[in-house]
């Protein structure tokens, strides 16, 4: 949906959904992946796939083609993680990895509720593993530092999208 477009990704708890609400809150143009492109599936096929595991957590590769290719705004925001990420990675000007320490982490999975993902044990230490791994996160991301208060994480996101708007002009 936007000229430019970027993808703000991090293991659970870092601050994706709020970093959403926050830009939305704010005016841009920001998708919630885990709600609106979000399904169980494979994520080499996209087959769709019952069952709500982690490994099955993707988008709809046509919905993000649709979204990247709608020019309908300036910049647009997409929110969430996706374990096929892989499938739709180069499509974005930008990717907006959002990290936190060990500590921080912890503290927020204990706040989470336990019909919410991460509210569980298991999940919690899926989450966690994932956390020191990196396994499942783009690695050619630009970190941001998820644990400033949400204005500052936002701000920072603002400001690299305009520097990299600005480069490539």
């Not at 970093?19 to 609106?36: F, P, S, T």
């Not at 230490?125 to 956390?131: A, M, N």
Request: proline share 2%; net charge negative.
């Amino acid at each position: 949906m936007g000229i430019r477009n970027y993808l703000i990704e991090g293991v659970s708890c870092t601050g994706k959904t709020t970093v959403c609400k926050e830009l939305q809150r704010r005016g841009y143009h920001a998708i919630n992946g885990d709600r609106e492109l979000a399904y169980q599936g494979n994520p080499e096929t996209g087959k769709l796939m019952d069952g709500c595991t982690h490994e099955h957590h993707i988008w709809h590769v046509y919905k993000v083609k649709a979204l990247v290719a709608n020019h309908n705004e300036a910049v647009t925001f997409f929110c969430g993680g996706s374990r096929n990420f892989s499938k739709f990675i180069d499509l974005f000007d930008g990717v907006f990895v959002l990290e936190v320490d060990l500590d921080t982490l912890n503290r927020r999975l204990n706040q989470r509720p336990e019909n919410e993902w991460g509210g569980k044990k298991t999940e919690r230490e899926l989450i966690v593993r994932l956390h020191q791994t990196k396994e499942d996160i783009p690695k050619s991301g630009i970190i941001i530092d998820a644990t400033a208060p949400i204005e500052h994480v936002v701000d920072e996101i603002v400001r690299q999208s305009e520097e990299n708007r600005v480069q490539r002009e």
